[in-house]
C-alpha cells in the first residue's frame, strides 16, 4: 500500500511536469531570475487537508507559507532555542517586507480538538508543549461557555475561531511586526476555512464577528 502511494506522488509529479509546469514556466524562470517578492505571509495548519494556495487559488510566488500543527503563533522570545516558525515571520516581514499576514484556521481541527484530551502518548513530548500555545483560547472559550449547553462540535469550532485571535496578539510580539502595524506598513488578518463546505469566513475587527468572505475585501 506505501509503494502504491509513492508511485501515486511519482505519477503526480510528472503530470505537474507536462502541465502545470508548463503552464508556469515563464514564472518559475523569473522567480529564479529576479528572486521571490511575496505580498503576504500565510500561516495555516499542517493538516493534509488545507492548501493555502488551493484554496486563494495563488500562483507561485505570491504567497509564503508557514505551516504547523494548529497554525499557532508562539510568542517573541530572543534565546539561543530552535523557533522555526518565528524564524519564517521574522523573514518574511523583515527581509521579504510583506504586506499583509494571513492565520487561517480551519473547522475539525486535530490541535484544538487534542486540548480537550490528555495526552497519555509518552511520543508526543514536542506535541504536548506545542498545544500549550492554544490554551489561552480554550480557557477564554471554557469560561464564556460556563453556563451555556452547547455541543462539542459548537465548543471546538468557537475555540478553533478564539484561537486565531490568540495567535494574532502573539503576531505583535515580534518587535518588526509591531512596529510596521502601527505605521500601517503591515495587516493582520484572520481567516477561518470550513474544510466540509469550502466557505472562508474572516473576522472583522469592526463588528468582532467572523462574517463571510465572499462579498467583502478581506
Given at each position: 500500500?506505501?509503494?502504491?502511494?509513492?508511485?501515486?506522488?511519482?505519477?503526480?509529479?510528472?503530470?505537474?511536469?507536462?502541465?502545470?509546469?508548463?503552464?508556469?514556466?515563464?514564472?518559475?524562470?523569473?522567480?529564479?531570475?529576479?528572486?521571490?517578492?511575496?505580498?503576504v505571509l500565510f500561516i495555516a495548519c499542517s493538516d493534509s487537508r488545507v492548501d493555502p494556495a488551493l484554496i486563494t487559488n495563488s500562483a507561485?510566488?505570491?504567497?509564503?507559507?508557514?505551516?504547523?500543527?494548529?497554525?499557532?503563533?508562539?510568542?517573541?522570545?530572543?534565546?539561543?532555542?530552535?523557533?522555526?516558525?518565528?524564524?519564517?515571520?521574522?523573514?518574511?516581514?523583515?527581509?521579504?517586507?510583506?504586506?499583509?499576514?494571513?492565520?487561517?484556521?480551519?473547522?475539525?481541527?486535530?490541535?484544538?480538538?487534542?486540548?480537550?484530551?490528555?495526552?497519555?502518548?509518552?511520543?508526543l513530548v514536542h506535541v504536548k508543549k506545542w498545544l500549550e500555545l492554544g490554551l489561552g483560547a480554550k480557557n477564554y472559550v471554557t469560561q464564556k461557555l460556563i453556563s451555556q449547553h452547547v455541543s462539542q462540535a459548537e465548543r471546538l469550532e468557537l475555540t478553533e475561531?478564539?484561537?486565531?485571535?490568540?495567535?494574532?496578539?502573539?503576531?505583535?510580539?515580534?518587535?518588526d511586526v509591531e512596529r510596521r502595524v502601527h505605521a500601517g506598513e503591515l495587516f493582520i488578518r484572520s481567516w477561518y476555512y470550513h474544510l466540509e463546505t469550502g466557505e472562508l469566513e474572516y473576522f472583522n475587527t469592526e463588528s468582532g464577528e467572523f462574517e463571510p468572505m465572499i462579498g467583502s475585501e478581506n
Open positions: 500500500m506505501q509503494l502504491m502511494k509513492i508511485a501515486e506522488l511519482i505519477s503526480g509529479y510528472e503530470k505537474f511536469k507536462d502541465t502545470k509546469f508548463k503552464k508556469y514556466e515563464n514564472k518559475f524562470l523569473d522567480l529564479v531570475k529576479n528572486g521571490q517578492h511575496p505580498k507561485p510566488g505570491e504567497l509564503f507559507i508557514l505551516r504547523n500543527i494548529g497554525n499557532f503563533v508562539p510568542p517573541f522570545a530572543p534565546d539561543n532555542d530552535f523557533h522555526a516558525t518565528a524564524a519564517g515571520i521574522e523573514y518574511a516581514v523583515s527581509v521579504l517586507g510583506v504586506t499583509d499576514i494571513i492565520i487561517c484556521g480551519h473547522s475539525h481541527c486535530g490541535a484544538i480538538e487534542t486540548m480537550y484530551t490528555k495526552i497519555t502518548d509518552i511520543n475561531k478564539i484561537s486565531l485571535l490568540f495567535q494574532s496578539k502573539n503576531l505583535l510580539t515580534y518587535p
